[in-house]
């Protein structure tokens, strides 16, 4: 790939400079890619609707054409001309969690490309709830696809030094707008039948799903792969080689530090993921907090962050603490399984 001239534009969430952004929106309805700030992580956008821009993002990213997108779009009614129907159950979701980290897939209409959805009949569609993606796609005009703003299987950016170390000479813009919120992705919920079908875990719970609709079930691994993106097995992977904790409480902590002390006698460098409340048992390794333990939403927001960090300062191993598989904490496991495959 040839390597291009990356603008950073800074723009803050509260206080939106539209001359800047106008910058923006008229580079993706130019066909350039612009990677920007969404409540979950930063996205890689290009105009949804052409077919070379999106070849784009599959390039800069180095991902496989097999692995569909998200197309993000300004409000629920926008929905109705890139699907055959809007489920009522759909409806119903997107006003009770639209704008915000919540996905839905649904039969595409045929505005949509195949390289959009990898030859799927259906297409994944999200309203961001950040103030700068919602403005960038107002003033494109134009519905956005936009995958995390990384390179395939790292580590997702939450902050636009993040982009900037993974895509800088790859993309047209990056829009700076400080960190994102949630940290991990966006669920990802297949609304073509019921039940519901979860096939991504992500910034909204299934618990509060379920408030809405009772027919909800996770799906099965093979088919979160066929339908959602970043559901391979190996995934949000950091350089270092990652382990995830097995065990509970005193003996989680017992196998971290048995692991760790093992790793450090044969020369590597050792980070640990902990909880606030065991990270003075870690006082021997380089250690990295990312919230208390019954705080998953915290935990959720600096998981990215930290690990990057640790691949910053050269660790040869991360070790993981494992966390409550429920609520915050699904998307949590999820995503530090994967990494650790």
């Keep these: 790939m040839v390597k291009i001239k990356t603008k950073i534009i800074k723009i803050e969430s509260l206080n939106i400079d539209m001359s800047k952004l106008k910058e923006a929106g008229q580079a993706i309805r130019e066909g350039k890619i612009v990677a920007f700030p969404t409540e979950t992580v930063y996205g890689l956008g290009a105009d949804a609707l052409n077919?070379?821009?999106i070849k784009k993002i599959f390039l800069a990213?180095?991902?496989?054409?097999?692995?569909p997108l998200i197309v993000h779009i300004n409000c629920l009614e926008d929905a109705m001309d890139?699907?055959?129907?809007?489920?009522?159950?759909a409806r119903k979701l997107g006003q009770m969690f639209w704008p915000g980290p919540l996905t839905m897939v649904m039969k595409k209409s045929k505005?949509?490309?195949?390289?959009?959805?990898?030859?799927?009949?259906?297409?994944a569609i999200r309203v961001p709830g950040h103030p700068v993606a919602q403005a960038l796609i107002r003033?494109?005009?134009?519905?956005?696809v936009a995958p995390s703003a990384n390179l395939f299987t790292h580590v997702s950016p939450t902050n636009a030094q993040h982009v900037i170390d993974d895509l800088k000479g790859k993309v047209d813009i990056i829009i700076d707008?400080?960190?994102?919120t949630v940290g991990v992705e966006s669920t990802v919920v297949d609304v073509t039948e019921l039940p519901l079908k979860i096939l991504r875990l992500g910034g909204t719970t299934l618990e509060s799903i379920k408030k809405i609709t009772s027919k909800i079930i996770i799906a099965n691994e093979n088919e979160a792969v066929q339908k959602s993106p970043g559901m391979l097995k190996k995934h949000y992977a950091p350089k270092a080689r990652l382990i995830l904790a097995e065990g509970k409480n005193e003996i989680m902590v017992k196998n971290i530090l048995t692991a760790a002390s093992e790793y450090k006698k044969e020369g590597n460098k050792v980070g640990i993921i902990a909880s606030k409340e065991n990270s003075d048992r870690f006082s021997d390794?380089?250690?990295k907090i990312i919230g208390n333990a019954d705080d998953l939403e915290t935990c959720a927001h600096n998981l990215y962050a930290q690990l990057r960090l640790?691949?910053?300062?050269?660790?040869d191993i991360i070790i993981s603490e494992n966390f409550e598989d429920k609520g915050m904490g699904r998307a949590i496991m999820d995503r530090l399984r994967r990494a650790s495959n």
Excluded at 61 to 67: E, H, T
């Design 51 to 53: 077919e070379e821009a």
């Design 61 to 67: 990213k180095d991902r496989p054409l097999y692995d």
């Design 82 to 89: 890139l699907v055959e129907e809007l489920p009522p159950i």
């Design 111 to 123: 505005k949509i490309s195949d390289i959009v959805t990898s030859g799927l009949d259906t297409v």
């Design 139 to 144: 003033e494109a005009k134009k519905p956005i």
């Design 177 to 180: 707008s400080g960190e994102t």
């Design 285 to 287: 390794f380089l250690v």
């Design 310 to 315: 640790l691949d910053e300062q050269r660790c």
